[in-house]
């Protein structure tokens, strides 16, 4: 179907997030696409655990992927590990995807394909919540599938110090929308298919975001140890709903 797929993957210090993240999309999609070889741009950004636990998510990316590429940020920045892995993608569409996502739906890839053969077709978004159907929507960093033209377009005038999502929404990047179109994955008012599972890490360390609305940024309340341990029961109920697609029909 692809050939080869460019997988781009922002993540954090979060080593049991990051392989339960991989682990479930390749269940549910990227061992659905026949003769397609995978490779992982991964972005670490120095945030929230251990930065001994770096090479630890290199080597977790290997697991699930025939080539890896690994950047390792001085600095964290959301915008700037967008930049740099959309700027370093190669492949027609790309799969956009942070650390802290499960797949809870088999993908059909028929129906998929479909989906990308719209001429102005730029995303191809994999909802965390019912999708539309009679108001158009809009661009979102939820798992996507994003046509690289699109990408390449959004590079030229993207700003590393700005919310990727809102540049592209409502700031200096809105003008693309009147070119590109931007779709959810499956039919019309079908239940979400992805599961933030970023929220519960963010409760346990009592994680609050800023009211910036051009570049939010997180502190985090619990300064003690970071223990993911304390997210088995979480993980294990994740790792339930990925399997559970097994008995249900693909999307």
């Given amino acids: 179907m692809f050939g080869q797929l460019d997988v781009t993957v922002t993540a ?3 080593p049991a997030l990051l392989e339960l993240t991989l682990w479930a ?40 992927a025939d080539e890896v590429l690994v950047h390792t ?3 964290p920045g959301f915008g700037e590990a967008v930049r740099w892995l959309w700027s370093r993608s190669e492949t027609s569409w790309i799969f956009h995807l942070e650390d802290d996502w499960i797949l809870t739906r088999r993908i059909d ?15 191809i978004r994999f909802n965390r919540r019912r999708n539309h159907f009679f108001r158009r929507p809009r661009f979102s960093l939820n798992p996507c599938l994003l046509r690289r033209a699109f990408v390449l377009e959004a590079l030229a005038g993207f700003d590393p110090k700005k919310d990727p999502e809102k540049q592209i929404l409502r700031g200096q990047l809105r003008p693309l929308e009147r070119k590109w179109r931007y779709y959810e994955h499956g039919p019309a008012f079908h239940d979400a298919i992805v599961v933030d599972t970023g929220r519960q890490w963010r409760d346990m360390l009592e994680i609050t975001r800023s ?20 997210l088995a029961p979480d993980i294990a109920s994740w790792r339930a709903a ?8 693909p999307v």
Avoid: C, H
Avoid at 211 to 230: F, V
């Fill in 12 to 14: 954090t210090l979060r």
């Fill in 25 to 64: 999309f390749r269940r549910n999609f990227f061992s659905r696409l026949a003769d397609t070889r995978i490779r992982i741009l991964l972005n670490i950004d120095p945030l929230w655990g251990d930065p001994a636990d770096a090479p630890k998510l290199g080597e977790i990316a290997r697991a699930y």
């Fill in 73 to 75: 940020a001085d600095t």
């Fill in 109 to 123: 890839v028929e129906r998929l394909a479909e989906e990308m053969a719209r001429p102005k077709a730029a995303q």
């Fill in 211 to 230: 009211a910036d609305k051009i570049l939010p940024t997180w502190t985090r309340g619990n300064g003690g140890p970071i223990d993911e341990t304390k």
């Fill in 242 to 249: 990925v399997e559970a697609a097994d008995n249900l029909r």
